[in-house]
């Protein structure tokens, strides 16, 4: 009976020890350096995947329609550019802020969480996500402070173009990720 007892008690231990160590390894595997890895885009059902690809399509060309914009009111040129947000009164940056300001949030906001969806490392989604935002404030802030100085006019160029190549380069890398 004690022998029985022994053996029972051993092989309660020995599945203990089993089931911990499955919980182990299966913690790792999900939480690789307490880090959630995503399976990346291209296992999404093919319907998401055309979806966010359209989606990011359409956000392109919504992008293109602001820089053309832009283009045409300023034709890229600094003098013009400073010229014009000088000119601006407090109510009318105050509208252009908050006609820009929603903009920027739905499509990198829409951007960059299929991007955190995607395959690619940690520390580059932590770059754009860091990034993005710092360069949208720094754009929006440029924009009041023209009237302190006219350098703020190159910081404002500086975070569109910023901007406009971080969209360019998540846009390629999603698509990548997606097919």
């Known amino acids: 009976m004690e022998e029985e007892e022994v053996r029972e008690r051993d092989f309660t231990c020995e ?6 160590k499955r919980r182990h390894s299966l913690r790792s595997e999900v939480f690789p350096k307490g880090l959630y890895r995503f399976p990346g885009l291209r296992g ?3 319907s998401f995947r055309l979806l966010a690809s359209v989606l990011l399509c359409l956000l392109g060309v919504s992008y293109l329609v602001l820089l053309a914009s832009i283009g045409s009111d300023t034709e890229m040129k600094m003098a013009n550019i400073v010229e014009a947000y000088r000119t601006f009164t407090t109510t009318e940056l105050l509208e252009h802020t908050f006609k820009y300001l929603p903009w920027f949030i ?3 906001g ?7 969806l995607s395959s690619y490392p940690e520390k580059l989604k932590l770059f754009f996500v860091c990034a993005v935002p710092i ?6 802030g440029s924009m ?3 009237r302190a ?3 703020f006019g190159w910081q404002l160029l500086a975070s569109g173009f910023f901007l406009a190549l971080c969209f360019v380069t998540l846009f390629a890398l999603i698509q990548r990720d997606l097919w």
């Open 135 to 140: 360069a949208i404030l720094s754009d929006m």
């Open 144 to 146: 009041w402070l023209i």
């Open 44 to 46: 999404a059902p093919l």
């Open 110 to 116: 829409a951007t960059l969480t299929l991007f955190c």
């Open 149 to 151: 100085h006219a350098l």
């Open 15 to 20: 599945v203990e020890r089993a089931a911990k």
């Open 106 to 108: 739905g499509t990198f």
